[in-house]
């Protein structure tokens, strides 16, 4: 066969697979020199030939782009040379997409496709349901409204850069996680379903109830933070980064054991929720809000404010908390551990706590493991141990002897 050229005819959303282009007898067939072309496709093609019995075939493999590019809904923006950007609708069928040079334009479709968000910012109202594998925003200021946006990878990244802000306000839903990355801010602000949530970089920022679901677990790595505009419940939370409530409230945990080494700040309030025990290893002693445990262990060994403990939850650790109002079990060092009975006395007495710190610290006295404390006011710590918070100041919560 002589050298020859061969063009792939279709829409600009041929699909991506291997295609056979000819098939004839291995006698005297030679494809050398061909190429192919598939005008519309954005992605690599690639030819090659096999043997099949008595064939000698042309193959053509269609590899799609990681990405396209949005450009939007401006007159003239069509193949213009110029990834474009601003405002416009993304459907299943719009054809507003492009590639990194700007030199075609066809519709977004597969699901392993990262549209990305640059040129001039602007609203992108999404009709209908459409899918991606995530998404880059390389811009600051764009606005995703409407509509729902399937996230197909698992998990999906999204990604802003560094002085970059996004807001997503349609619903995200996939079986997968979300992975926020890159140093900029994204805000959430849908009505939102998937597994759970991975902060890499950068700022997310839940606004609504329901940016994030009930159930999905919430990592925040160094360096970067979770924020509430708005007061959320999610599952477990973990993570070495910081915890922004403002004056909003989070509800975290579930039947899983966790840690987070970052730091709990604003206003609001923080309540430890579900079976499952949440270290809190850092100094969130800046932390002018209230926190709640309401079931399971709140597991201290940095530094947090007042703490209240509903009955059946636990407070244990090795680090320093405020005014306790008690209605749990403040156990010693590690999870489990047997309460020891030191209670507060009165400001009279002054047997010395110094070398065992027992909650409440410095004027305490030992008290047989049956005793309750004379005080008013007092309530259940352990069995038939009673301690009043009304004399609870502060208190350093001490390792098991």
């Known amino acids: 066969m002589e050298a020859a050229r061969t063009t792939l005819a279709g829409s600009p959303t041929l699909a991506s697979g291997t295609y056979t282009i000819v098939s004839a007898a291995t006698s005297g067939t030679d494809y050398t020199g061909v190429s192919v072309t598939a005008p519309g496709f954005d992605g690599t093609v690639a030819s090659s030939t096999i043997i099949s019995g008595a064939l000698s075939q042309l193959l053509v493999t269609l590899t799609p782009a990681n990405g396209l590019y949005w450009d939007g809904d401006a007159p003239g923006n069509t193949g213009n040379a110029t990834v474009d950007g601003g405002s416009g609708t993304w459907s299943s069928a719009a054809t507003n997409w492009t590639r990194a040079d700007g030199s075609t334009n066809g519709m977004l479709s597969g699901a392993t496709i990262t549209p990305f968000f640059q040129g001039m910012a602007g609203t992108v109202d999404v009709s209908g349901s459409v899918t991606a594998a995530g998404m880059t925003f390389a811009t600051d200021g764009y606005l995703l409204t409407g509509g729902t946006i399937h996230l197909t990878a698992s998990p999906s990244t999204i990604t802003t850069d560094s002085g970059v802000g996004a807001t997503i306000a349609s619903s995200l839903t996939g079986s997968g996680a979300l992975y926020k990355d890159g140093a900029g801010s994204l805000l959430l602000s849908g009505t939102n379903n998937f597994s759970g949530a991975a902060i890499a970089g950068g700022t997310l920022t839940a606004d609504g109830s329901a940016a994030i679901s009930d159930s999905a677990a919430v990592t925040v790595n160094t360096g970067a933070a979770f924020q509430l505009a708005a ?74 404010g007042a703490v209240s403990i509903a009955l059946g939850a636990t407070l244990s650790g090795t680090g320093t908390v405020g005014a306790i109002v008690n209605g749990g079990t403040v156990a010693n060092g590690t999870k489990g551990a047997a309460v020891r009975p030191w209670l507060k006395a009165s400001a009279a007495s002054h047997s010395s706590c110094s070398t065992e710190r027992r909650v409440p610290s410095p004027a305490c006295r030992k008290q047989p493991a049956a005793a309750t404390a004379a005080l008013p006011g007092a309530i259940p710590v352990s069995g038939a141990v009673r301690w009043s918070p009304r004399d609870a100041t502060a208190a350093t919560v001490p390792p098991p002897a």
């Open 231 to 304: 007061s959320e419940t999610i599952g477990a939370l973990s993570g070495a980064g910081n915890v922004l409530l403002g004056s909003n409230s989070l509800t975290a945990g579930d039947a899983t054991d966790t840690s987070l080494s970052g730091t709990i700040s604003g206003s609001g309030s923080f309540a430890k929720a579900g079976s499952g025990m949440l270290t809190l290893a850092g100094n969130s002693g800046g932390f002018t809000g209230t926190t709640s445990i309401t079931a399971g262990t709140l597991h201290v060994t940095g530094t947090i």
